[in-house]
């Protein structure tokens, strides 16, 4: 969902800077609703990685049927198996084809056992127009943010805005990019005792929904809003939040696109890598500075000191202090 997410920003600017051509987005179908307030000559199709086209055989099936849609170029922004098998199949039929540059090489420089010399990776959000620049679209990054709709309908939900919103985001897909559950949950027990501060809590279904449930009801003024809603209506509300706790994860992106501040805890993960929320302050990251960070791109390797360090040595009174520093400014 991140990498999505990542893609409007830039989707969008070039859309808009080229009216007279149509672009067509391919993403999984769960997703099409993030792209609110589209431009009108960007079109959205759906695919289904986990159901229909799940197999190699029902996945190229689909890629055939786009033929009929009569592209000029294809621009992959993903380059991932199965978009590589769409880049196949339009290059056999004679269409020019984009690959984003990934920078695999800076990558593995960056994610190396010290010691090791830390760079900046170039943002996926420009590596992104890089691809759309490659293909003769000119444009500039004028994207300012979602408008994420349905003010009315979160209002029913919740009420009427008084004080402060916090979201808070706990969970990620993998360990290395995780802050230790029972310490964050001492940063929502801590956030609960301030005056006027009202909390949501933001997970999937299942594990996550049922960890979330306990804490709403332990904790005042908190609600979960896990597994309760679609996702245009979760970025609605993450949109009127003045600040969201959260991981690397899909969440922080979630609330880039709507302009919403995030503060983001790093572990084995880094802001350098890329990856990190789309116009965020660099100031709003919580971490620690240790010899072996980042060890891993996306979260996925295990830690070869074996203590996670990373993530441990955060404190919470570390990201309470971020939090209230953030609102202050507000």
């Known amino acids: 969902m991140g990498d999505v997410a990542m893609t409007i920003p830039v989707v969008y600017a070039a859309a808009k800077a080229n009216p007279n051509d149509s672009f067509t987005m391919l993403t999984q179908t769960s997703l099409i609703p993030l792209f609110v307030d589209r431009p009108s000559n960007l079109n959205m199709t759906g695919v289904n990685t986990k159901t229909t086209e799940k197999s190699f055989f029902g996945f190229l099936r689909y890629v055939l049927k786009l ?39 800076e990558q593995k420089r960056l994610i190396a056992r010290p010691p090791k010399n830390l760079q900046p990776l170039l943002p996926v959000t420009d590596r992104y127009a890089e691809v759309f620049r490659k293909a003769g679209f000119c444009f ?16 029913t939900m919740f009420g009427a805005k008084k004080g402060r919103w916090i979201g808070v985001a706990p969970f990620a897909k993998h360990q290395g990019k995780v802050y230790p559950i029972g310490k964050m949950e001492r940063v929502v027990q801590a956030l609960t005792e301030q005056d006027n501060c009202r909390i ?4 999937g279904r299942g594990v996550e929904e049922t960890t979330l449930n306990l804490w709403e009801e332990k904790y005042k003024n908190t609600v979960n809003v896990a597994g309760k ?24 992106h979630l609330a880039s696109l709507v302009g919403t501040n995030v503060i983001s805890i ?8 890329g990856f990190y929320g789309y ?52």
């Open 67 to 105: 033929r009929q849609y009569q592209f000029d170029n294809v621009l992959d922004l993903h380059d991932v198996i199965r978009s590589r098998i769409v880049d196949l199949i339009f290059r056999l039929y004679g269409k020019k084809v984009f690959v984003i540059d990934k920078r695999r090489k």
């Open 229 to 252: 809603y679609l996702l245009d209506t979760e970025l609605a509300l993450i949109s009127v939040l003045d600040v969201l706790v959260s991981m690397d994860s899909a969440n922080m």
């Open 266 to 273: 790093w572990g084995a993960t880094h802001p350098f890598s």
């Open 200 to 203: 949501f809590l933001f997970g």
């Open 279 to 330: 116009r965020q302050r660099p100031d709003l990251a919580v971490q620690v500075d240790l010899p072996c960070r980042p060890c891993s791109i996306y979260g996925k390797k295990p830690c070869y000191r074996g203590d996670w360090a990373c993530m441990n040595r955060v404190t919470p009174e570390q990201i309470i202090h971020k939090i209230n520093n953030c609102l202050q400014a507000l």
């Open 140 to 155: 500039e990054e004028t994207f300012t943010s979602l408008n994420a709709g349905q003010a009315d309908e979160i209002i």
